[in-house]
């Protein structure tokens, strides 16, 4: 069962960025589709279905990761929330072109940031720490400096 809500978790993820590179290239071309109530609401689902999937993952992970008492956790639940935060100010707070694409870097940047730190996690159990503990705390003292 927990696989299966990994991957669901993942797929999520991909879904949402879908969503927002389509939304952001309507909304750049000033196009009236923008306004379709699939493109408005479908991101909201998903975003309350990604929080869904990772109670699960968290309640269950047998990693024992838990955020704000793990900063691999801490770290990624922060990446969210950086990454929607980055999403929203390029579709709506943004007025003008060029800050609505640096919300796009900024938003494709966390989401990187966010994936990587779940590889290093992944190497971390196999076994590599020294990169991982590095890069881990990289992560950190960047989100740290930004907060």
Request: charged share 15%.
């Amino acid at each position: 069962m927990y696989m299966i809500v990994k991957h669901a978790h993942l797929t999520i993820i991909t879904l949402t960025f879908i969503f927002f590179i389509i939304n952001f290239v309507l909304m750049m071309k000033g196009s009236d589709k923008v306004n379709n109530k699939i493109l408005k609401i479908g991101p909201h689902i998903l975003y309350t279905l990604f929080i869904c999937t990772l109670i699960y993952l968290v309640a269950v992970n047998p990693l024992k990761l838990y955020p704000f008492l793990n900063g691999w956790a801490s770290s990624k639940l922060g990446g969210f929330v950086l990454y929607v935060l980055s999403i929203t100010f390029a579709l709506k707070w943004a007025k003008s072109k060029l800050w609505r694409l640096l919300g796009l870097i900024s938003a494709v940047f966390w989401l990187v940031m966010s994936a990587r730190l779940g590889f290093a996690d992944h190497l971390k159990s196999k076994g590599i720490s020294d990169e991982t503990t590095t890069y881990i705390e990289f992560a950190q003292s960047l989100l740290t400096s930004i907060c």
